[in-house]
């Protein structure tokens, strides 16, 4: 459990997981555009996040799709709090 947290320590990382929990599935292009970083950069964070078993991806020719990874009851392996917006004061 620890290490889950650990890798949602960067920044991108858990920018990564939010996009993956809003969109359900996203390519490395996708992601880079979104983050405006490089695809080679994208893919050193997901390949982390997949270390850690908290994405899974899939090969659809060339290209490789992303989403969060099933725990063994089909719930995401990880879950983020739903935040509510700050108020003005």
Wanted: negative net charge.
């Amino acid at each position: 459990m620890a290490d889950h947290y650990s890798l949602l320590a960067g920044e991108t990382r858990l920018k990564i997981i939010t996009l993956l929990t809003k969109s359900g599935e996203l390519c490395v292009c996708d992601l880079a555009s979104v983050l405006e970083m490089t695809p080679a950069a994208v893919s050193q964070h997901l390949s982390r996040l997949r270390s850690g078993r908290l994405v899974q991806s899939r090969r659809d020719g060339m290209t490789i799709y992303y989403r969060l990874a099933e725990g063994q009851d089909g719930v995401p392996a990880v879950r983020l709090p739903e935040l509510e917006p700050a108020s003005e004061e």
